[in-house]
């Protein structure tokens, strides 16, 4: 036995990943169902370091060194736990067994918690970055046992992304907290991706800029404070000209957007840990709504303002101005983000450093960006930080920032610009600093037809009135 580490599942991401441990010195185990997958990668890339293909189960565990890392990279749900069940009779006590696939946090925990009772640990891991990211330096978000990590870790500290010297992995929590983390990431790029997909619609239809001059406004904000993977790639795509018809490649791609799931999962799971997460969940809804095309064929029908979206603007002005919104709801997005992660470790027992996870998707991963340093900063000076928005830093930023967001979801609404990301940020942000919400009707409401019972902010105690019968009011 001479390999320290075992991958098995050699689809894309497998293949990567196997490879960059490879190529930082590790040998590797590898093995795949499907044989001819395991002979393609010695073929192909066997020269990039040392390598034992396995073709049988029997050969793969034998050929790791102890305590076994086997890591499984294969499609998530049932092929993982077929997997498990196949490799956990041939492993030891102490053995670790590691899934860096898109496992829901639930599966991890209930995995985990099985293979503890047999002696061996289970490590759920998010991984982000795609194929790229798995070859050159992912962010790695493992879960599992402090134990499991110390023999692991630097392993996987080792092929992960770098950003100033530091990787972009770190252990995150006991059990499912590095699956559940990798999930509330991916609702965040969904956040960010729709909130930057609402900056294009307003620069080009409400400012009249073309695709290619909304290439150079991102080009540019990508220097300021908006520097992410997400708005580089985003003026690629805009810059790009489609080479069968010449136009804009963004015009002849059909406008259905789809999506593999995490996304919904992150918006599942936040109603079940009670952590209001609006700017993600407009924008799984937005995707789907894109994707209703008879609910959208029915609506053509209906009538919008008489006055198009362009009139009466500033362009130039209304340009700085969508920048200053979009930065302000991706604050907003991701301070719900981080309230997502602090309310499931408080019921799940997870002992998260909210700033750590800033830290590690600084680079690797999709929604990489430079503001993810100011995040964890603001953790850093507070660990106990209620929310992102309090940060001296944000806080001042999103005052800054608020009259041109206002104006700009002002424009939307007038142009019938659909701006779901924009506008709920903005009503989370006045929600929360506002001195009183209407949920006191909504709690009169609940007495009145359900004797829900109300708190008076006047008085201790539970209250009910009789609203039927003489409207006294009984403490309960
Ligand atoms: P796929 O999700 O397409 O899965 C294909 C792999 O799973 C193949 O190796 C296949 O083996 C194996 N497999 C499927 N069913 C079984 C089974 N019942 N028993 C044994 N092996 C099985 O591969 P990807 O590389 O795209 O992704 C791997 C994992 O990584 C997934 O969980 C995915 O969600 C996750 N992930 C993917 C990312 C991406 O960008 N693609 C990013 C981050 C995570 P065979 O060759 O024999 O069919």
Known sequence: ???????T???????????NFARNGYTVAVHNRTPARTRSLIEEFGHEGSFVPAEKPADFVA???????????????????????????????????????????????RREAALREQGIHFVGTGVSGGEEGALHGPSIMPGGSVEAYAALGPMLEKISAHVDGEPCCTHIGSDGAGHFVKMVHNGIEYADMQLIAEAYDLLRRAAGRTPAQIADIFRRWNTGVLDSYLIEITAEILAHTDG??????VDIVADAAEQKGTGRWTVQTALDVAAPVPGIAEAVFARSLSGHTELRAAARQLTGPQ??????????RLVDQVEQALYASKIVSYAQGWNMIQAAAEQFGWDIDLGAVAKIWRGGCIIRAGFLGEIRSAYAADPALPTLLADERFSRQLGEAQDAWRAVVTTAVQGSIPTP??????????????????????????????AHTYQRVDREGTFHTEWSGDRSETLM
């Open 244 to 249: 069968e018809t010449g136009k804009p490649f």
């Open 1 to 7: 036995s001479t390999a320290s580490i075992g991958v």
């Open 307 to 316: 006055v198009p979206a362009a009139a009466g603007q500033d362009a130039d």
């Open 63 to 109: 050929a790791l060194e102890r305590p076994r890392r086997l890591m499984i990279m294969v499609k998530a749900g049932g092929p993982t736990d077929a997997v498990i069940d196949e490799f956990v009779p041939l492993l030891d006590p102490g053995d670790i067994v590691i899934d860096g696939g898109n496992a829901h946090f639930e599966d991890t925990r």
């Open 9 to 19: 599942g050699l689809a894309v991401m497998g293949r990567n990943l196997a490879r």
């Open 421 to 450: 990301g924009f506008s709920a940020s903005l009503a989370y942000y006045d929600a929360l600093r506002a001195d009183r919400l209407p949920a006191a009707l909504i709690q009169a409401q609940r007495d009145f037809f359900g």
